[in-house]
């Protein structure tokens, strides 16, 4: 599964094209390297999302299926660290 597909369906990013957007800006690290769009993702990746307002590490766990019910996205996912950025510091 591609890696904006991933972060779409997880709910972790609410529209795809966003989600290709913040990868091919280098904004999010599987494990530890900067990852286009396209890359695949498979369970026990880590991966670092840095967004204007906040941070967040987790790990796949698993990939959501196309018919997928939306209250379980957080379970394709675990939090490892998750830091609210200060914009007025």
């Known amino acids: 599964m591609r890696l904006d597909v991933f972060l ?3 709910g972790l990013i609410k529209q795809r094209g966003l989600a290709k957007d913040i990868c091919d800006k280098g904004l999010v690290k599987m494990d530890g390297a900067v990852a286009k769009a396209g890359k695949d993702i498979a369970p026990g990746r880590l991966l670092q999302i840095d967004l204007a307002a906040e941070r967040l590490e987790i790990e796949v766990l698993d ?3 196309r018919n997928y019910k939306k209250e379980k996205g ?3 996912y675990r939090i490892i660290e998750h830091e609210y950025k200060n914009r007025y510091s």
């Open 74 to 76: 957080h379970s394709f």
């Open 8 to 10: 779409k369906r997880a």
């Open 63 to 65: 990939l959501p299926e």
